[in-house]
């Protein structure tokens, strides 16, 4: 399928798990002058700062959002500031200040000065009247979490700005991300990610799930390559905007364990099980339906069980160096 050029881009929440790794994969394909990333850290790691322009940026502040969007004459804006499903549970009002407030000051600026828009939304959008295996693109949306109760909302609002006022806005439903060059913040699947890292540095990992809680994953090359995919694409195509499902990989804590010992036969794995990211999991899809953005912008996952794993554990042995790593990584 054919892509359409971006030109001038914005990354807000650069400096967390999604923006770390999608803003070097947009420098890379579009140049770094022209790629702003843009996070809450006064001082982002050497390699973000070094390698093109960086701002602070406090999303909940309107004038400095729409000031850096003008400035840098941006065109197209990944906004991914936001405040993930458990540590929003701990702070529901920053949670929605966070979310809302920055999405709709994103929006307004975007009305404003002409930017299309990408706003990641969740499995944490549905709830536990939706149905859990393949999930329907357009379905029952009753989550129990303020972090779904914001995604919901920020879904429809995107609805809203481009029917209203003529915004490209788009979107994609994310399954629980696994990446390994910025550790999550309090998300229900961090465990995915935490597994890898003390399954080399420790040789086993307490897990906060029971190990039958089946959930959908998607690699982390495999979500930056989809929000790039679906910007790039020709809106005529779009039907639903805000926000598409995406599925890779459904699997449990059990299963992922398995696959690791299978490159680290020593590997332990203990259920240790927080009730309340337990309650929240219980509440999401097993597996995402996504024809839609299959048939409308071509969408299909590279990344299967084998390969996630074995990319994961090369990442995490480059950066660890540890003698538990196996010789081919």
């Known amino acids: 399928m054919s892509r359409l050029p971006l030109r001038r881009i914005l990354v807000t929440g650069a400096t967390g798990q999604i923006g770390s790794e999608l803003t070097p994969a947009l420098r890379a394909r579009y140049g770094a002058e022209n790629v702003v990333a843009a996070g809450h850290r006064r001082e982002p790691g050497p390699q973000l700062a070094a390698a093109g322009p960086y701002e602070t940026l406090d999303v909940r ?4 959002v729409a000031g850096i969007i003008a400035h840098h004459r941006i065109d197209t804006v990944f906004h991914l500031a936001a405040i993930l499903s458990a540590s929003a549970e701990a702070k529901p009002a920053e949670a929605w200040t966070v979310n809302m407030d920055g999405l709709i000051n994103l929006l307004e600026a975007a009305r404003d000065l002409g930017c299309a828009v990408f706003h990641p939304s969740s499995i944490g959008a549905f709830g536990p009247d939706t149905p859990r295996f393949q999930t329907p693109q357009v379905t029952v949306q009753r989550p129990t979490t303020i972090y779904g109760i914001t995604k919901v909302s920020g879904e429809l609002l995107c609805d809203y700005y481009h ?3 003529g915004v490209d806005t788009r979107g994609v439903r994310y399954p629980g991300i696994v990446s390994a060059e910025t550790m999550p ?3 229900t699947t961090d465990y995915a990610v935490e597994i890898f890292f003390a ?11 029971g190990p039958d809680t089946r959930l959908d994953l998607i690699s982390m090359p495999d979500a930056v390559r989809a929000a790039i995919e ?3 694409s020709d809106p005529a195509r779009l039907r639903h905007r805000n926000a598409y499902n995406l599925s890779a990989m459904s699997l449990t804590p059990a299963e992922l364990a398995s696959a690791i ?11 240790r099980v927080d009730p309340l990211r337990q309650a929240i999991a219980d509440s999401w899809p097993e597996r995402l339906d ?3 953005a299959r048939t409308d912008w071509g969408w299909r996952p590279e990344d299967d069980l084998e390969r996630m794993v074995d990319y994961m554990l090369k990442r995490v042995c480059a950066k660890t160096d540890h003698p538990r790593c196996p010789d081919r990584f």
């Open 199 to 209: 399954a080399v540095r420790e040789g086993e990992y307490t897990c906060f799930l």
């Open 61 to 64: 502040d309107r004038q400095a």
């Open 230 to 232: 679906l910007m790039e």
């Open 261 to 271: 010992r299978r490159r680290l036969p020593g590997f332990r794995i203990n259920y």
């Open 185 to 187: 913040g309090g998300g």
């Open 163 to 165: 029917r209203r006022f």
């Open 290 to 292: 996504d024809a839609a």
